[in-house]
């Protein structure tokens, strides 16, 4: 069956401007979750959505990080206002439920801000 | 909060020979997942220890739980280029919303 799709698979975009990211998890997954990855670097949590209640949103490293999760499927991770040190590649995962299941991840999107 | 504490952050090893990464935790674990990830790929989901003590191999690869729920490990023997990449350990933490909580990841590196 289908994984979870991510895109863009590559963005790049200009210091300033503001770049929205789109993440299709797989189907009936209640769990969505956003990470970033520098290169070489281990998995930054960004933000988690499961089910109908509130995200959890600690790791946004700022106020112009946001996320949405709409009808329970798709999610998007909207960076306003891009800096360079935004550069990194952002992973998408989702997973069965709230307990213990393994996640599923995207290729990812690998955004660059020149 | 919790911290998973994940060892060596790198190996390099010849290949044939073995590797074996390390996580340690102060606090008891709940679950330890391990995943690996390729090089210019995404984290992939190997397998998951739940049982205190518990042992589960895949072919050449040996995941352990430790007695104490504090401590996990990956080995894998007679290490082969298809192994290569990175391999992380993550806690399934109740004390943080079901959050999983990541290693920093230990790279293998096959020396040429």
Known sequence: GAGVSQSPSNKVTEKGKDVE????????????????????????????????????KSGLPSDRFSAERTGGSVSTLTIQRTQQEDSAVYLCASSADRTNSPLHFGNGTRLTVT | GQQVMQIPQYQHVQEGEDFTTYCNSSTT??????????????????????????????????????????????????????????????????????????GAGTKLIIKP
């Open chain 1, 21 to 56: 990211l789109r993440c299709d998890p797989i189907s009936g997954h209640t769990a969505l979750y956003w990470y970033r990855q520098s290169l070489g670097q281990g998995l930054e949590f960004l933000i988690y959505f499961q089910g109908n209640s509130a995200p959890d």
């Open chain 2, 29 to 102: 674990l709940s679950n330890i997942q391990w995943y690996k990830q390729r090089p210019g790929g995404h984290p992939v989901f190997l397998i998951q220890l739940v049982k205190s003590g518990e042992v589960k191999k895949q072919k050449r690869l040996t995941f352990q739980f430790g007695e104490a729920k504090k401590n996990s490990s990956l080995h894998i023997t007679a290490t082969q280029t298809t192994d290569v990449g990175t391999y992380f350990c993550a806690d399934t933490s109740m004390d943080s919303n079901y959050q999983l909580i990541w």
